[in-house]
């Protein structure tokens, strides 16, 4: 069974930074992509930053140039380097990745962590 869980997550001033954490358990780790996603209050959930198998990384045009995605293969974890950051990049923040069989997509949540940026 696939199960993730996040942690880092806190209360950080404009400006400071946060490094987020995931370790997954259940799956051949280095064989999936993985992915951080955040949701605001009212918001809908959405994609902020992924890193695939070979390291490839994409990030939300929002974070760009202020959060890196990295993962070590020899822990199972995935992390989220958050700098400069904003008001706005308050959320519930998730751990995901997705396992496909015949066609079929199945998405694996972590519980979430909470990033709160205010002074």
């Known amino acids: 069974q696939v199960q993730l869980a996040e942690s880092g997550g806190g209360l950080v001033q404009p400006g400071g930074s946060l490094r987020l954490s995931c370790v997954a358990s259940?799956?051949?780790?280095?064989?999936?992509?993985m992915y951080w996603y955040r949701q605001a209050p009212g918001k809908e959930r959405e994609l902020v930053a992924g890193v695939r198998v070979a390291g490839m990384t994409e990030y939300a045009e929002s974070v760009k140039g202020r959060f890196i995605i990295s993962r070590d293969n020899a822990k199972n974890e995935v992390y989220l380097q958050m700098n400069s950051l904003r008001p706005e990049d308050t959320a519930v923040y998730y751990c995901?990745?997705?396992?496909?069989?015949?066609?079929?997509?199945?998405?694996?949540w972590g519980p979430g962590t909470q990033v709160t940026v205010s002074s």
């Open positions: 259940g799956l051949m780790f280095d064989t999936y992509a």
């Open positions: 995901n990745t997705v396992h496909w069989q015949g066609g079929d997509r199945t998405d694996y």
